[in-house]
């Protein structure tokens, strides 16, 4: 009984999981198959040939967008992970009036979709001059709503009495913040990091807006202009660039998985 | 010398009613005080009050002479141990002690003596590499006790520090904690709501209750000489038995079979008032059967070894007395044993305002007990 059961529950779990790795398999296996084979309709490629990475870094400079991309989603993280335990630090170890009205003013952004405040983003940044540019792609991300509510339930379970103690000690706000908030934190910080890297790497509308020339250009950017350039004649290119852009974001969900889960079901527990 | 005055210090938090009403303290240089009460009593709150944690309503607070009313806790040159020890789970147990000792300027040789002497004084030393997850509650309540001492703050405050420990090791830490603060000579605030460690530990203390202070003085006075029933009741294990009585200018009627002489008959004002008569469970007495002022029926009785609890009853049987006899009695329940009061330990309270009108030992509450605030 128990047996028939635990048959059927995991032949029910590996239907579901071929149907969620099918389209990533087949891109991977496409990427290593010439034209003819993609036309052909052949799940596996006949040989592994690499001749579509090489060639994915000739038509585009997909160095670069990995670059943009690199280097924009760790400047957002960072600005991310500063800006929100800075503010979750004020909502639970400052005490001013209105501290909770302002803290729900805060979360209720998260309402607001993002989209619906992209134009005037765009024109703020287009009246600084900040299109092309780093600023352009990484500032308005900085304050994240999400991130201080996930935080700042972290910093509620940690014991008032530290602050307190710390007080005593003459230890300054900024100085118990960074050696004792944030090293505590820790796996809360970690599970934020991965979120927003993972959020800014795979952003396509908002580079899309701000960028227009090949320097300043993201990946994501990179792989529809390679779709759109290479439309109708070699997927196997296209794919091999999709491998590539993946590849970072699942290498950081394999290693931070634990941390990720452990994070984001803390402070719902506690 | 004087090193800690509390001057009438009130606190409120919602601007109408006072959580601690005008409380007014002198703590010597050196001195274990305890600030004891039943849990809500505000002892914490004073606490929190002289240490800054917790700004003050209105009164003032003097350390040395100077006001500190609006001084940062660090200007205010104290230690703190905290009830859950508030050590940084991060750190080990030598960077918990020594952390926060940079902003006084302490070279990092100094800090590192500290540190050792204060954990060799506590038994810390095989332990300092270790992380407050790995020690026992004991073993982290002696580093929360490390920390305190290696400010050299001359003033420390202690909130329940040892609540979280079991019987045995508090009791330990209890003599631990006196013999350090002698040795350093510190003045200490301890606060507890165990009237045992206030018993034992404290030079003088203070009893609160719903944010008054009770009475303030020596423990055996106050033990001694409680100024109300609360105090009475409160202070001392098993607690003084305290029970309504008919009083007459010549009798006080315990029950329509017991009645003692009226102590009071000098004083004609105080000896006709309602009263409340109060008795420590050690001064009733077994008695030959021809001396005994009642006889009474046993309802429990608790051997502990040394001595033996007898709870009993008079006529009325909702009150419940409880007498302290030295060694093992055994009685069943139901027994009629026949008693004595012992008349000059004999206490009588006010029954409108609970307050003590009289008192055997000398006929007048004395100086100590007029130390008393209310």
Redesign the interface.
């Known amino acids: 009984m128990i047996l028939a059961k635990r048959i059927s529950l995991y032949t029910v779990l590996v239907i579901c999981a071929i149907i969620m790795m099918f389209p990533i398999f087949y891109a991977f296996s496409i990427s290593f198959m010439d034209g003819g084979e993609v036309m052909g309709g052949q799940l596996l490629p006949s040989s592994l040939s690499l001749d579509n990475y090489l060639e994915v870094f000739q038509k585009v400079p997909l160095l670069t967008y990995l670059l943009n991309s690199f280097v924009t989603s760790a400047i957002v993280m960072i600005g991310q992970l500063l800006v929100s335990s800075l503010a979750a630090f004020a909502f639970v170890f400052m005490k001013f009036k209105g501290r909770d009205f302002v803290f729900f003013l805060f979360i209720s952004t998260m309402m607001i979709p993002w989209e619906a405040t992209m134009v005037p983003n765009f024109m703020t940044i287009q009246s600084l001059g900040w299109t092309n540019s780093y600023l352009g792609l990484t500032i308005p991300f900085f304050a994240l709503a999400f991130g201080t509510f996930l935080l700042r339930q972290h910093f509620k379970t940690i ?1 008032q ?2 602050y ?8 300054s706000r900024f100085r118990f913040f960074w050696n ?1 908030i944030l ?2 934190s820790r796996s809360s910080l970690i599970t934020l990091g991965i979120y927003s890297f993972l959020t800014n790497w795979n952003m396509y509308l908002w580079p899309l807006l701000v960028t227009n020339t090949e320097s300043a250009r993201t990946v994501q950017i990179g792989l529809k202009q390679l779709q759109t350039q290479e439309i109708a004649s070699d997927w196997g290119i296209v794919m091999a660039g999709v491998v590539i852009v993946i590849l970072p974001t699942l290498l950081l969900l394999f290693a931070g998985q634990k941390k990720l889960q452990k994070g984001l079901t803390q402070g719902a527990i506690k | 010398m004087t090193h800690v005055e509390l001057a009438g210090l009130k606190k409120s938090y919602d601007g109408k009613k006072n959580v601690i009403e005008q409380v007014d303290l002198q703590l010597q240089q050196g001195e274990f005080f305890v600030l004891v009460g039943p849990s809500g009593c505000g002892k914490s709150t004073i606490l929190r009050m002289i240490a800054g944690l917790e700004p003050i309503t209105d009164g003032e607070l003097f350390v040395n002479g100077k006001r500190m009313n609006d001084a940062p806790p660090n200007k205010r040159d104290l230690s703190m141990v905290f009830q859950n020890y508030a050590l940084y789970p991060h750190l080990n147990v030598e960077q918990n002690i020594t952390f926060g000792l940079h902003t006084k300027k302490i070279s990092r040789e100094e800090q590192r003596r500290r540190c050792l002497e204060a954990a060799e004084m506590l038994g810390l030393a095989d332990y300092l590499r270790r992380k407050p997850r790995e020690l026992s509650g004991g073993q982290r309540q002696r580093v929360a006790l490390a920390r305190a001492i290696v400010t050299q703050a001359p003033l420390c405050l202690m909130d329940e520090p040892l609540s979280n420990l079991d019987a045995k090791l508090r009791t330990r830490m209890r003599s631990e904690i006196r013999q350090i603060q002698r040795k350093l000579g510190i003045t200490m605030i301890y606060v507890t709501h165990d009237q045992t460690e206030a018993m034992t530990m404290a030079d003088r203390m203070m009893i609160l209750h719903e944010g008054e202070a009770m009475q303030i003085g020596k423990p055996l006075n106050i033990y001694n000489h409680p100024a109300n029933t609360f105090v009475a009741s409160f202070i001392g294990s098993p607690a003084m038995n305290v029970m309504e009585a008919d009083v007459s200018p010549s009798e006080i009627g315990l029950s329509p079979h017991c009645t003692l002489p009226n102590p009071m008959k000098g004083n004609v004002k105080a000896a006709s008032k309602n009263v409340q008569v109060g008795i420590r469970p050690e001064h009733i007495l077994f008695s030959a059967p021809e001396q005994a002022d009642a006889v009474v029926e046993v309802v429990n009785t608790e051997v502990l070894g040394t001595e033996t609890l007898i709870t009993f009853i008079l006529d009325n049987a909702k009150d419940q007395w409880i007498a302290r006899w030295n060694g093992q009695w055994q009685f069943s329940v139901g027994d009629r044993i026949p008693i004595r009061f012992d008349l000059d330990a004999i206490h009588l309270f006010s029954k409108d305002n609970g307050r003590i009108l009289w008192a055997a030992n000398d006929g007048q509450p004395n100086q100590t007990a007029r130390e008393v605030l209310r």
């Not at chain 1, 307190?164 to 230890?171: D, N």
């Open positions: 014991p009495e530290l307190e103690a710390s007080q005593v000690a003459g230890i004792v090293p505590v």
